[in-house]
């Protein structure tokens, strides 16, 4: 039962760590929106995934739109993660934040 624990943290966890990277990337990119455009705002996000090596999600894969006058920026992606033999474990990853989301 451990081993099987510890298989499925081991697998998962990295995952799971890129997952927050990309949410922190996304929570200082939309604090810092104001006045941007939407190829501003991806050119932003590219710069931290760059310095976080963020390889799961690229600029191009945000949804970045308003809503009540707030830039909201959101991703959602799912992740097979393979566990033993023929058995998978699939995620599936969202997050979205707004300037409003960080106290401003």
Same mark, same amino acid.
């Not at 997952?19 to 932003?44: F, M, N, P, Q």
């Not at 310095?51 to 009540?68: A, R, S």
């Not at 992740?79 to 599936?92: F, H």
């Given at each position: ?23 922190? *990337? ?22 931290? %995934? ?25 991703? %959602? ?7 033993? *033999? ?10 979205? *934040? ?7």
């Amino acid at each position: 039962m451990i081993a099987l624990v510890a298989i499925l943290v081991i697998r998962v966890l990295p995952d799971v760590i890129d997952y927050y990277k990309i949410r922190h *990337a996304i929570r200082a990119v939309a604090a810092d929106s104001s006045g941007k455009t939407v190829a501003e705002i991806r050119l932003a996000y590219g710069k931290y %995934a760059e310095v976080e090596h963020i390889k799961t999600l690229g600029p191009t894969d945000l949804d970045i739109f308003k809503e009540d006058g707030q830039v909201i920026v959101a991703f %959602a992606y799912e992740r097979k993660i393979p566990l033993v *033999a023929n058995v998978s474990l699939l995620i599936d990853f969202s997050s979205s *934040a707004s300037a409003r989301d960080s106290g401003q």
